[in-house]
């Protein structure tokens, strides 16, 4: 079963991403902010990171780039969650290490097409 990392200072988005990651067979832990989830990382390395791009203190930007410094940083698929499609900022969290992103609010639909499940070629082996 693959690993999941949900960091997010919303408890809803939270609990909603959690609860869709779960259905979709990934074992999810919560961080509340992006110190938390570097945290978690270093702690144990996730399959799949779901970042909250506008967090408190660390940016959604900061946070992938210290998770890509981390040995094995490398690994994660990363998922950002956004509330406006900025094409300057999508292409700095392309260039930190960010996989693909999601517009909020999102739904199970949505995040299992940006992972490739159900699909030939999922996002992440």
């Known amino acids: 079963m693959k690993y ?3 960091v997010s200072d919303s408890r809803v ?3 909603i991403a ?8 990934f074992v999810t832990d919560e961080a509340e902010d992006g110190i ?3 945290r978690a990382c270093r702690e144990k390395m996730p ?9 408190p203190g660390m940016s959604g930007l900061e946070c992938v780039r210290g998770l890509r410094a981390q040995p094995n940083g490398a ?7 956004v ?3 900025d094409a300057n900022e999508i292409a700095l969290a392309v260039a930190a290490g960010v996989n693909d992103y999601v517009m909020k609010p999102f739904d199970r639909a949505a995040l299992a ?12 082996a």
């Open 4 to 6: 999941g990392l949900v």
């Open 13 to 15: 988005i939270r609990v």
């Open 18 to 25: 959690r609860r869709i990651f779960e259905e979709l067979q």
């Open 36 to 38: 938390a989830g570097l």
């Open 47 to 55: 399959d799949l990171v779901f970042l909250d791009w506008a967090l």
């Open 75 to 81: 690994r994660p698929f990363v998922l950002a969650a």
């Open 83 to 85: 509330t406006e499609l």
């Open 113 to 124: 097409v940006r992972l490739g499940i159900g699909q030939d070629h999922p996002a992440f």
